[in-house]
């Protein structure tokens, strides 16, 4: 019996490993594809962000525009564009920009009014791409830094503060005299006045670019960014060639059912099952030479990745012990394919269509974090979101093996599951 199972393993894997171009095929797809996304995801952690793209159409001359505008132009995050108010809105429209900020005309003026009073205030119109609503937020914090900061040096430290003030102080003294002034905002004004006068007095500070700089708002606290991981620093094409090598051997499992499907078409299967062998022997076979067929491009893909894309092992064991349980769930869903297809063409169209789902939901495109909160909680019953997970587990997370026993113990149950069902499929329809 031993014999017999080992010839089928065999022959199977002389007939996949015979076929150089689908080897080929399937060993250069997951690579294409994985250093596409790992790109898209941070690749190996040394590229620096892109810019943002920002058009900014400048109206207003004053000097709060002006420095507004420069302090857009030193932001290290952005790209400042200046252009004409129909160019912004056409390239906008177009999809050729994310952002166009318009500084209007007498913005400034109208800001440093608006900082006293609870009047209007003035609008900066901002145009953006309906595709791109996260950009806009990153752009529109920046742009209110720019504005406090420029805004209150100006008003408590310029020229345009100080005359600001006195006009305002003027037109209070006079309202009071007739009794209709504010007494409290008087006092407030002529206090902020009188702190003009001392900042002014002082020699002004050299600021960052080497600049006078006037007092003014600005933010209250700096960040300090730690990346913290168990393992080697982020790698994304750690986690595209692990989503990739899911996805392709998945295709391969479920080629490797069609196949049964096609022999039993052809009359083979039923002269397998006429020799001296079991249903069982045929199915197990069946499975553990798919596995096999499994480990092998999963090593070679990430012999690849290693190599070429500069993705750690942090551990090697759990790394083995993730791959061969995802190896035999492949296998088993090989098979449940093949119980379940009536013909190759049908259980091709369903099948793929399952693997799709079963990848996209499994974290394999994108990282399933980015999911909304219900579909992470219902991801926890998809196979293949625990195989992505694990190999991120031993790969850039550097987790132990208490990282990459939970994932195999859940796609053994699936291959076990799979594997089940379609051995009783198979002995009912006998």
Same mark, same amino acid.
């Given at each position: 019996?031993?014999?017999?199972?080992?010839?089928?393993?065999?022959?199977?894997?002389?007939?996949?490993?015979?076929?150089?171009?689908?080897?080929?095929?399937?060993?250069?797809?997951?690579?294409?594809?994985?250093?596409?996304?790992?790109?898209?995801?941070?690749?190996?952690?040394?590229?620096?962000?892109?810019?943002?793209?920002?058009?900014?159409?400048?109206?207003?001359?004053?000097?709060?525009?002006?420095?507004?505008?420069?302090?857009?132009?030193?932001?290290?995050?952005?790209?400042?564009?200046?252009?004409?108010?129909?160019?912004?809105?056409?390239?906008?429209?177009?999809?050729?920009?994310?952002?166009?900020?318009?500084?209007?005309?007498?913005?400034?003026?109208?800001?440093?009014?608006?900082?006293?009073?609870?009047?209007?205030?003035?609008?900066?119109?901002?145009?953006?791409?309906?595709?791109?609503?996260?950009?806009?937020?990153?752009?529109?914090?920046?742009?209110?830094?720019?504005?406090?900061?420029?805004?209150?040096?100006?008003?408590?430290?310029?020229?345009?503060?100080?005359?600001?003030?006195?006009?305002?102080?003027?037109?209070?003294?006079?309202?009071?005299?007739?009794?209709?002034?504010?007494?409290?905002?008087?006092?407030?004004?002529?206090?902020?006045?009188?702190?003009?006068?001392?900042?002014?007095?002082?020699?002004?500070?050299?600021?960052?670019?080497?600049?006078?700089?006037?007092?003014?708002?600005?933010?209250?606290?700096?960040?300090?960014?730690?990346?913290?991981?168990?393992?080697?620093?982020?790698?994304?094409?750690?986690?595209?060639?692990?989503?990739?090598?899911?996805?392709?051997?998945?295709?391969?499992?479920?080629?490797?059912?069609?196949?049964?499907?096609?022999?039993?078409? !052809?009359? =083979?299967?039923?002269?397998?099952? &006429?020799? %001296?062998?079991?249903?069982?022997? +045929?199915? /197990?076979?069946? *499975?553990?030479?798919?596995?096999?067929?499994?480990?092998?491009?999963?090593?070679?893909?990430?012999?690849?990745? !290693?190599? =070429?894309?500069?993705?750690?092992? &942090?551990? %090697?064991?759990?790394?083995?012990? +993730?791959? /061969?349980?995802? *190896?035999?769930?492949?296998?088993?869903?090989?098979?449940?394919?093949?119980?379940?297809?009536?013909?190759?063409?049908?259980?091709?169209?369903?099948?793929?269509? &399952?693997?799709?789902?079963?990848?996209?939901?499994?974290?394999?495109?994108?990282?399933?974090?980015?999911?909304?909160?219900?579909?992470?909680?219902?991801?926890?019953?998809?196979?293949?979101?625990?195989?992505?997970?694990?190999?991120?587990?031993?790969?850039?997370?550097?987790?132990?093996?208490?990282?990459?026993?939970?994932?195999?113990?859940?796609?053994?149950?699936?291959?076990?599951?799979?594997?089940?069902?379609?051995?009783?499929?198979?002995?009912?329809?006998?």
């Amino acid at each position: 019996m031993m014999t017999a199972f080992f010839a089928l393993v065999r022959k199977d894997l002389i007939l996949y490993l015979g076929d150089k171009r689908a080897l080929l095929i399937n060993l250069m797809l997951p690579i294409v594809l994985a250093a596409f996304f790992g790109s898209l995801f941070g690749g190996s952690g040394d590229s620096k962000t892109g810019k943002i793209d920002v058009g900014l159409v400048l109206q207003d001359s004053s000097p709060v525009g002006v420095k507004i505008a420069d302090g857009l132009k030193a932001d290290a995050t952005l790209r400042i564009i200046e252009l004409p108010l129909e160019e912004a809105q056409a390239r906008v429209r177009s999809g050729k920009l994310t952002v166009a900020v318009v500084i209007p005309q007498g913005f400034g003026d109208a800001a440093g009014k608006a900082l006293f009073s609870a009047g209007n205030k003035p609008e900066i119109p901002v145009f953006y791409d309906p595709s791109q609503s996260t950009t806009l937020a990153m752009v529109k914090g920046m742009l209110t830094q720019q504005v406090m900061q420029i805004v209150s040096a100006e008003m408590f430290g310029g020229d345009t503060g100080a005359k600001f003030m006195d006009t305002s102080l003027l037109e209070l003294e006079q309202e009071t005299a007739k009794g209709k002034g504010n007494p409290e905002l008087r006092d407030m004004l002529a206090s902020v006045r009188k702190f003009q006068k001392t900042e002014q007095a002082k020699p002004a500070q050299d600021g960052a670019d080497g600049a006078k700089a006037k007092p003014g708002l600005s933010m209250p606290f700096a960040t300090k960014d730690e990346a913290l991981s168990s393992g080697p620093k982020y790698n994304g094409y750690a986690h595209s060639f692990a989503g990739m090598s899911v996805q392709f051997i998945l295709f391969m499992g479920v080629d490797m059912g069609i196949g049964i499907l096609l022999a039993r078409r !052809m009359g =083979i299967w039923s002269r397998l099952l &006429a020799a %001296p062998v079991s249903l069982t022997t +045929v199915l /197990l076979a069946r *499975a553990i030479s798919a596995a096999v067929i499994a480990s092998g491009l999963l090593v070679a893909i990430f012999l690849c990745a !290693m190599l =070429i894309f500069k993705v750690q092992i &942090a551990n %090697p064991l759990g790394f083995v012990g +993730v791959g /061969l349980c995802f *190896a035999l769930m492949t296998a088993g869903f090989g098979l449940l394919i093949a119980a379940f297809g009536k013909t190759p063409e049908a259980a091709r169209g369903i099948a793929v269509f &399952a693997t799709l789902i079963m990848v996209m939901l499994g974290g394999a495109w994108v990282p399933s974090f980015v999911f909304p909160a219900w579909m992470q909680l219902l991801t926890i019953a998809i196979p293949t979101r625990w195989a992505v997970d694990g190999f991120d587990a031993v790969t850039w997370r550097g987790l132990g093996m208490e990282g990459a026993l939970g994932p195999m113990a859940v796609q053994l149950a699936f291959a076990a599951v799979f594997a089940g069902l379609a051995i009783w499929k198979f002995r009912r329809d006998q």
